[in-house]
C-alpha cells in the first residue's frame, strides 16, 4: 500500500484540535489543496459538572466534543461517534474505566484513552496504562498539562486519508518502527540512568526490550502488545520518579507508539 507523508499543522489559535492537512502534489486531488481536520473527543464521565467543564473547555480548543455519563454510553458512542480520542474517569457506578477501557481496547486498539483520576486513584490510573491507555490527568484538572497530551494524542491518532485507494500518514513521524529499533532507543535510555536507577528499573526495562527482540515483528500480536503495555507503564514510572527525563520517556514513548501503530493498536 502507497503510502504519502502528509504536512499537519496546528490552526492560529487552536490548541490541537483544529489541523492543517495540506495534501502532497503527487497526490490525485489538486496541488496541494488544505483540508481542516478537527478532532473528535468522547468524555466519559459520571460526575455532570466536570462533563460540562470538559465540554466548555475542549470545545474553545477546537475539538468536536461528545459526552456520555456512563461506561455503557460511553461504548455506545465508541460505535457511533468514532473519536479520535475518549477522556475517561476511572472512578464510575456500575461498570468502572478500567472495565470500559477493556471493552474499547478490545473494540478499538486505535482510538487514544486518556483516564481522569483522582489521587487517591493513581495505581488504578497506571493499571489503566498496562491495560493500554495512552497516559492519565489527575484531578483537579491541569489543563495546561492537558492541552500538551490532547495535542500529541491527537497528531499520534490523526487518522489516515483514503485517496484513490491509497493511506496518507497525517504525521510525518509516523513511520513504522520495529520491535529491534524500539529496544535499541529504550535501552540507550537506560544506560544512561544512575546505577541505582538502572538495577531498580531500567534492567525490567531492558529485559522486555530482550523479549520484543527475540519475538520480532512477526511475534504473536497478543504477547507482543502485552510487552509493549509492561514497557510503557515502566518507562512512565521512571519518569514520574525523575529516573529519566521528560525527553527521554518522549522519544521512548514515540517509538513505542509507532510499533504499536504498525500491529493495529494506539
Known amino acids: 500500500m502507497m503510502e504519502h507523508a502528509l504536512d499537519v499543522q496546528l490552526l492560529p489559535g487552536a490548541a490541537g484540535g483544529a489541523l ?10 489538486g496541488d496541494n489543496p488544505v483540508e481542516t481536520y478537527r478532532a473528535r473527543i468522547l468524555v466519559v464521565d459520571d460526575d455532570r459538572t466536570i462533563r460540562e467543564l470538559f465540554e466548555d473547555y475542549l470545545r474553545i480548543q477546537g475539538f468536536d466534543v461528545v459526552i456520555a455519563s456512563s ?21 464510575m457506578p456500575e461498570m468502572d474505566g478500567i472495565e470500559t477501557l477493556k471493552r474499547i481496547v478490545a ?40 492541552g500538551r497530551v490532547l495535542e ?50 531500567g534492567l525490567g526495562i531492558e529485559r522486555i526490550a530482550l523479549r520484543l527482540v527475540r519475538q520480532g515483528s512477526g511475534g504473536a500480536r497478543r504477547r507482543v502488545l502485552k510487552n509493549l503495555n509492561e514497557m510503557r507503564a515502566l518507562l512512565r514510572f521512571a519518569k514520574d520518579i525523575g529516573d529519566i527525563t521528560d525527553d527521554a520517556h518522549r522519544q521512548a514513548e514515540s517509538c513505542l507508539v509507532r510499533v504499536r501503530r504498525a500491529l493495529g493498536a494506539s
Open 20 to 29: 492543517n492537512v495540506t495534501m502532497p502534489d503527487d497526490v490525485e486531488g
Open 71 to 91: 461506561g455503557m454510553e460511553g461504548l455506545a458512542q465508541l460505535e457511533g461517534y468514532h473519536p479520535d480520542v475518549i477522556l475517561l474517569d476511572v472512578r
Open 107 to 146: 473494540r478499538n486498539p486505535a482510538v487514544g484513552v486518556l483516564m481522569v483520576s483522582g489521587n487517591d486513584d493513581l495505581i488504578l490510573a497506571k493499571e489503566a496504562i498496562a491495560l493500554g491507555a495512552f497516559d492519565y490527568i489527575l484531578k483537579p484538572i491541569d489543563f495546561g498539562y492537558l
Open 152 to 201: 500529541k494524542m491527537t497528531r499520534i491518532h490523526a487518522p489516515l486519508v483514503p485517496v484513490g485507494g491509497a493511506a496518507i500518514v497525517t504525521n510525518s513521524d509516523s513511520g513504522p518502527v520495529s520491535p529491534y529499533d524500539l529496544a535499541l532507543e529504550v535501552c540507550r535510555v537506560t544506560r544512561a540512568m544512575s546505577p541505582h536507577a538502572r538495577r531498580t528499573v
